[in-house]
């Protein structure tokens, strides 16, 4: 089941979203919906983060284990060519989510399910409704413009 369209981040909010979300080496970095895996490449090659990349679309599956294998992070980074829903995310430290509010509505259940106690949930402009961020920042891309404008949510899993 699609959750969303393919939409990338740019690298720019990538980034700051990483720092964000304190990601550190070694630590686990899903990204649901990776699209052609920009962000689990950011996350390897920048912060040292063992990541997954979790993907439903089969084309941008294999867009991205191209881009992995010319970067030569294939020991580093992992994408899965299936349903969220069959993937477990037991293993995640940070999990990126670039999904609509009504597609983040549908995974929260798994997310409270899989998530152990601590980690951090950035959303990139869709806020998880019910739960309560711990920072909401905004970001621009070009201050100058004043767009394209971001809102940056990060979530730390809650224990039940």
């Excluded at 679309?57 to 030569?72: F, M, P, Q, S, V």
Aim: charged fraction near 25%.
């Amino acid at each position: 089941m699609s959750l969303s369209p393919f939409v990338p981040s740019s690298n720019s909010v990538v980034e700051y979203m990483l720092k964000l979300a304190e990601l550190k080496p070694k630590e686990v970095f899903v990204d649901i919906g990776a699209g052609d895996g920009r962000t689990v490449i950011m996350a390897a090659k920048l912060f040292g983060a063992q990541s997954i990349g979790i993907e439903l679309r089969e084309d941008l599956a294999k867009k991205a284990l191209t881009t992995i294998h010319e970067n030569g992070l294939e020991n580093q980074v992992t994408i899965i060519n299936d349903d969220i829903f069959n993937v477990s995310l037991i293993t995640a430290d940070v999990v990126y989510l670039y999904l609509t509010t009504s597609a983040n509505e549908k995974i929260k259940p798994k997310l409270e399910r899989d998530l152990k106690p601590g980690t951090r949930i950035i959303s990139h402009d869709y806020e998880i409704m019910g739960w309560h961020p711990e920072k909401i920042e905004k970001f621009c891309e070009n201050p100058q413009l004043g767009h394209p404008s971001h809102t940056i949510y990060l979530y730390i899993k809650q224990a039940t």
